[in-house]
C-alpha cells in the first residue's frame, strides 16, 4: 500500500483500505496513469452504479494490456467490485504486485544505476 500513496499522492490521492478503495476502479485509474505517464481517457470519476465501476475496471484493465502490454490473466470486473470481499482484494493485490512488478522494480534499478 505504501508504494500505491507514494505515487497517488502527486494527485492528492491516499489508499487506507485496498478493498474498498480500488472497488469503483478511480483509484486504479490513476494509478496507471501515474506510473505509466499516459492517460487512460474518459471514466465515470464518481461512480455511483454497479455498472460505471465495471466500466472503470474494465477500462484500466483494457489500458494496462493496450498500453503497458500486461494482460491480467483471471481478473475481470465482475470480480473486482463485488461484495465477496477475499475475491476482490485477491484480484487487486494481483493487479497492484504486477504494476509494482513493472513500474516499481523498474524505478529502483533506474535509481541504482
Not at 500505491?4 to 494527485?11: A, G, S, T, Y
Not at 464518481?46 to 465501476?53: D, I, L, S, T
Not at 484493465?61 to 476482490?88: Q, S, Y
Request: proline share 3%; with cysteine.
Amino acid at each position: 500500500m505504501a508504494w500505491c500513496n507514494h505515487h497517488l499522492e502527486k494527485r492528492g490521492l491516499h489508499v487506507t483500505d485496498i478493498s474498498k478503495d480500488f472497488s469503483d476502479g478511480v483509484m486504479l485509474i490513476n494509478l496507471v496513469e501515474i506510473v505509466s505517464g499516459a492517460s487512460v481517457g474518459r471514466y465515470v470519476q464518481n461512480p455511483r452504479f454497479p455498472a460505471q465501476k465495471m466500466a472503470n475496471i474494465t477500462e484500466a484493465l483494457n489500458f494496462m494490456e493496450r498500453v503497458l502490454g500486461v494482460k491480467v490473466v483471471g481478473c475481470n470486473a465482475r470480480g473486482m467490485p463485488g461484495d465477496t470481499l477475499k475475491i476482490t482484494q485477491l484480484e487487486v493485490q494481483r493487479v497492484l504486485a504486477l504494476l509494482y512488478f513493472i513500474f516499481g522494480i523498474s524505478q529502483l534499478h533506474r535509481r541504482l544505476i
